[in-house]
């Protein structure tokens, strides 16, 4: 038997990352150990490289967007002034228009007579008839029962003399196929006058301070829901 002494002895076991000519791994290789910060800055300023990309991106939205229109008169201004926020959302489809038809008419021409001589409709089509007035002007309000193709539909109507010898016409379509005016038109209609009735939209000195975005070729907005 062999003596402690005696035995022979064993060669040390070297370790992967101690023996000679061992490659060192990639986890701890001198070139990924110093990649580390200046990766660690590009991800800092990441956002900042960013930034005209979404500069970019923003300008070409911004570019495609509708511009803002002025309304041309107090009547137009009037319609637009129901898409101003909080939006005129009824639950049924309202189709406005406006125009303003000048130099026909003499300064004692009440508006009520006028906008008839202008729409052609006759007395049994008014459903209801008011006046108010509104700040610098005497507006006439009613409701038109108009036939139409399929049926019968109701307008609201407001009109009032813009000057000595100018009419000015507001007139909103309501849709539905009742034979008679609803509840829900009634209301809605009561809504819209609230909106729009209201001194500082009928100063005298100037129109109404609203815009809108009209795409091109864009007519008058409606209001409650798309067909």
């Not at 023996?19 to 990639?26: D, V």
């Not at 229109?69 to 009037?78: C, G, K």
Request: hydrophobic residues 45%; proline residues 13%; charged residues 20%.
């Amino acid at each position: 038997m062999l003596s402690p002494a005696s035995r022979p002895s064993r060669p040390p076991t070297s370790s992967p990352a101690t023996a000679p000519g061992a490659l060192p791994s990639r986890a701890h290789s001198p070139a990924r150990i110093r990649a580390r910060p200046r990766v660690r800055r590009v991800w800092r300023f990441a956002p900042l490289l960013l930034l005209p990309a979404l500069g970019l991106v923003a300008l070409v939205l911004w570019s495609h967007r509708p511009p803002l229109v002025a309304p041309r008169h107090r009547a137009e201004a009037l319609c637009f002034a129901l898409a101003q926020p909080p939006a005129f959302d009824p639950p049924m489809r309202v189709e406005p228009s406006a125009a303003l038809v000048r130099g026909r008419f003499t300064h004692s021409t009440p508006a009520a007579l006028a906008v008839q001589e202008v729409m052609h409709f006759s007395d049994p089509m008014v459903v209801n008839q008011w006046k108010r007035r509104v700040g610098d002007y005497d507006v006439c309000a009613m409701w038109l029962r108009i036939p139409e193709a399929g049926g019968v539909r109701f307008w609201m109507i407001l009109a009032w003399m813009e000057g000595d010898t100018d009419l000015a016409v507001c007139s909103f379509r309501f849709a539905g196929d009742a034979p008679e005016l609803t509840e829900a038109q009634i209301r809605w209609g009561q809504m819209l006058l609230r909106r729009v009735l209201v001194p500082r939209n009928f100063d005298a000195a100037r129109l109404p301070d609203v815009k809108l975005r009209v795409p091109p070729g864009g007519g008058m907005p409606s209001y409650g829901p798309r067909i």
